[in-house]
């Protein structure tokens, strides 16, 4: 009788850290989109000046500024995290993620070789919506709303490729030198790969652990609409920062 009752407190507890563990998590993300350089989610000016100084072939450089970018990249994160929330095996896993990397190579590498530029605000908020949409997919939302059930494996790749216009747009901020840039640009692409893979371990270990537990169901739809809910606050504030540019 005790140990049942211990074990029904150990659960409630659980629940009411995983809800305070998600709402800190929005709160912190307001609180990174409150500061100027995380409205633009612009690269350093340590970053910038060192790339700036440089020119040639630079593969060690370029690869720990992909990786940097990509770990440090808090929607890439949320949107990772709200793409294998409901996958559970390798093999989808790695479908998703492959797709999600192709789309983001391609725009990337073929937008900073053409120098074709966005303004950095509206991508970033286009990347906020992705996290919007994943959220909204991962509750039934389309189902629901409309009986129809988009393709998930065309939406994670076609928001790819504006994560990928995202990272070229950072990438042209840093006025990278046009000798090596080929070179450069794949180490680069290979450092947010590496990024993405470290990002992905963290968060798949995490989700190994709380889907052992009876409170990954009862808090799924909350973790969802936390996630639904950064989004928006990630989009909110980068059009801001875009009327605040103009």
């Not at 409630?12 to 409150?34: D, E, K, N, P």
């Not at 630079?58 to 990249?73: C, D, Q, S």
């Not at 909350?222 to 920062?241: D, E, H, K, P, R």
Request: charged content about 10%.
């Amino acid at each position: 009788m005790y140990s049942h009752v211990l074990n029904r407190l150990s659960s409630s507890l659980w629940a009411t850290w995983q809800t305070r563990l998600l709402v800190f998590s929005v709160l912190l993300i307001c609180i990174l989109t409150g500061s100027n350089e995380a409205l633009a989610h612009a690269v350093t000016a340590g970053d910038k000046g060192y790339i700036q100084e440089i020119s040639g072939v630079n593969i060690l450089p370029f690869m720990y500024l992909g990786a940097k970018h990509m770990i440090t990249g808090y929607d890439h994160i949320l949107f990772l995290f709200g793409v294998i929330f409901f996958l559970y095996r390798m093999k989808h896993i790695g479908i998703y993620v492959s797709l999600f990397a192709l789309g983001h190579s391609t725009t990337m590498i073929l937008g900073v070789y053409f120098n074709i530029g966005m303004n950095s605000y509206l991508i970033d908020a286009i990347i906020g919506l992705s996290v919007v949409y994943k959220a909204l997919d991962n509750i039934g939302a389309y189902q629901t709303w409309f009986g129809y059930q988009p393709n998930t494996k065309i939406a994670v790749l076609i928001f790819g490729l504006f994560h990928g216009f995202g990272l070229s747009t950072k990438i042209l901020e840093y006025e990278m030198s046009p000798d090596g840039l080929l070179p450069n640009l794949l180490a680069f692409n290979m450092g947010v790969e590496i990024g993405q893979l470290l990002a992905l371990a963290i968060i798949l270990i995490g989700m190994s652990y709380w889907r052992r537990t009876s409170s990954f169901i009862r808090n799924a739809y909350t973790a969802n609409v936390a996630m639904m809910s950064a989004g928006f606050i990630l989009v909110g504030m980068q059009l801001t920062g875009y009327l605040m540019s103009q």
